[in-house]
């Protein structure tokens, strides 16, 4: 007999589908969750979306799959949370757990002792990467950034785990997907535990369309269907350019940042990238790429931090 799936106080049966709220242990924090149980045996499929809570085409993507998806379609199981960062995403706070000012995506696994957002880590760790067969972690450029669609897949975890990630990040339909070697994200850390996993990016600057969504949408039945969670044969694109060294540049003053590329844009070595000026106009720094790359992201605003990211390039 198919498995009752349990998470917290929820609780799904073979072909029922559930939705309410996880109650992260001891606090007043909720997260809206679906569980959609299929009536088939299958994987385990978990999504998330608002890890950042700014990010809102993946936000949308989860609330109109999880309301569109019935047991009946699914073979396995497919978890939602929508949006795990609540707090963000009604406050419109950028890339923090507002609670605390700390980055969830930088916290896992985790510390069931450590401050709010390394509670929430540790619980999205525990009790929920702990029951998938496959993860995927929706994103897109937050409040003060724009992003070109694209893909990130695990670099460091066991090779057959990469494999299974990269086999669905070639159906994401993106131009560029990036081979990430890092290991405290959501989907670095459940690729180090078995799981394999993807981080998609769409969209951003605080805003969301219909279009994005319905492109998110896609890749997400894409990646489903080439689980066999859905039926039907995925849709394969074109492969996305693989990316094996990313560039990440952070402001080296407070101030005012022109950037003069834009997202998606392909450059030569030594081409600029933008500058940072004072509050008189002088400028402070030019940024100037070393490689040939492609622009992945951009913050877009005209203040800038010291030690706050400017723009990602990918190597080409």
Not at 34 to 54: A, D, P
Not at 118 to 142: E, K, V, W
Not at 161 to 175: G, T, W
Not at 183 to 205: C, D, F, K, M
Request: overall charge negative.
């Amino acid at each position: 007999m198919k498995k009752t799936i349990q998470i917290g106080t929820l609780s799904a049966a073979a072909g029922e589908k559930i939705q309410g709220y996880y109650t992260l242990p001891k606090s007043t924090i909720q997260m809206p969750v679906t569980i959609i149980n299929g009536c088939q045996e299958g994987k385990i499929v978990l999504i998330t979306c608002g890890i950042h809570g700014g990010e809102y085409p993946g936000v949308q993507t989860g609330i109109e799959l999880a309301q569109e998806l019935s047991p009946q379609q699914v073979h396995g199981a497919v978890v939602f949370i929508h949006p795990v960062n609540v707090s963000a995403f009604i406050t419109r706070s950028k890339q923090v757990m507002p609670e605390d000012g700390q980055n969830l995506n930088r916290a896992f696994p985790g510390n069931n002792m450590g401050t709010i957002t390394h509670r929430t880590a540790y619980a999205l760790t525990r009790d929920f990467q702990s029951l998938a067969d496959f993860y995927l972690d929706l994103h897109g450029g937050d409040l003060d950034e724009l992003v070109t669609p694209y893909v990130y897949y695990p670099g460091v975890a066991e090779k057959s785990v990469i494999a299974a990630s990269r086999a669905a990040a070639c159906l994401v339909d993106v131009s560029y997907m990036v081979r990430s070697n890092a290991t405290t994200g959501a989907y670095n850390y459940a690729a180090i535990q078995g799981v394999p996993s993807l981080l998609i990016e769409r969209g951003g600057s605080g805003l969301w369309n219909h279009e994005e969504v319905e492109a998110y949408k896609k890749d997400v039945t894409n990646v489903l269907r080439h689980l066999h969670v859905l039926e039907g044969e995925p849709c394969v694109p074109a492969e996305p350019k693989e990316i094996t060294n990313a560039i990440y540049l952070d402001a080296d003053f407070s101030g005012c940042w022109y950037p003069c590329v834009q997202v998606g844009q392909t450059l030569k070595k030594g081409d600029k990238l933008g500058e940072i000026t004072d509050y008189f106009g002088n400028v402070r720094k030019a940024y100037h790429t070393e490689c040939d790359a492609v622009v992945l992201y951009i913050t877009v605003t005209l203040g800038i931090e010291h030690g706050h990211p400017l723009l990602a390039l990918g190597e080409i």
